[in-house]
């Protein structure tokens, strides 16, 4: 589980840092941690489908609704459809640096339209554990930090898919990480 121990303002400091670092980072190497969270959901099967088990618990203790547990419900398949979808997003062409349009000033200056990361990207999310890893791939692949809120609901589940992309990134070396 995810203790908070910074304030709301540090993390987002930490993730502003990291994103200069993160728009200066390569495809390949976003790419290959991309790769490698998808690896990481694979290996620790066990451990995400464990954590979520206990989020299940609690909302069927808690009486939510079938239809929110169904959304928390993390299942071999489910998590096999996550790493698929982190390594598609991996296999998209890189948007950064991307020309969208351009031309040529009478003066001679050149005008061009190109893609550039955002910076930091803020989530907030519901009873969603999948999106924990959705965002954070498409984030990497975009070249931007970000900042994930998920529900209470899935606390265990959202702490070990962030520790999974946590490790994941650690492993590529060059990219900028924050644990918790």
């Not at 698929?84 to 005008?111: C, H, K, M, Q, S």
């Not at 954070?136 to 265990?156: C, D, P, Y």
Request: hydrophobic share 45%.
């Amino acid at each position: 589980m995810a203790v908070q121990t910074r304030s709301v303002a540090q993390i987002c400091a930490d993730a502003k840092q990291a994103s200069r670092a993160l728009a200066r980072t390569d495809s390949a190497t976003r790419n290959a941690a991309l790769e490698a969270i998808a690896a990481g959901l694979e290996a620790r099967l066990d451990d995400v489908l464990e954590a979520n088990a206990l989020d299940v618990k609690a909302g069927e203790d808690a009486e939510i609704s079938s239809a929110l547990l169904d959304r928390l419900r993390l299942t071999p398949d489910r998590v096999a459809g996550i790493a698929r979808g982190t390594r598609e997003i991996a296999a998209l062409r890189d948007p950064v640096g991307e020309v969208l349009e351009g031309f040529r000033l009478p003066n001679g200056l050149d005008v061009r339209k190109v893609r550039v990361p955002l910076g930091v990207v803020a989530v907030v999310y519901e009873s969603r554990p999948n999106v924990t890893i959705d965002c954070t791939a498409l984030a990497i692949k975009s070249g931007n930090a970000i900042v994930l809120r998920g529900s209470s609901m899935a606390e265990h589940s959202n702490a070990m898919l962030a520790e999974i992309a946590r490790e994941a990134v650690a492993g590529v070396g060059s990219l900028p990480r924050r644990s918790r």
